[in-house]
């Protein structure tokens, strides 16, 4: 073993570094809390807020997501669904020589491929969703 990796594993099997010193801004709270009151007792309950703001933000967030992806999919079926009252399903009972029967024949694609990019795209934010319930990707 190098002497680096002898002094690394030494620092690492230590309980805390006997060189280190408080910063400045310790010192500074310390001095400014009431007497009988534990500095290192703050902490925890900082921590624990914090963590239940992100988790609040987070669903939040998906909820948010969740509602893009219902509205997504309802488009998506006013576009291009065969039956209902589907654009696409309209237009395909066009009476021939009409304006409806015009937009048939030259958009009938473009409506097709939209609704297909709008699907891709609800299914691409549910891959999101599924990521964002996954512990380990918690905070990504």
Partial sequence: MSSFSK????ILEQDEPADVQPSPDEAALTATLDPGTDPAALGADVDAQAATAVAQQQQQMISTVQGWITKLDEFVKYLNSPTGESIQNTLK???PDTILDKIRTTETKKIARSAMDLAALSQIFQGYLATARDPKYKGV
Wanted: proline share 0%.
């Fill in 7 to 10: 002094k690394f594993l030494t």
């Fill in 93 to 95: 009972d066009a009476t």
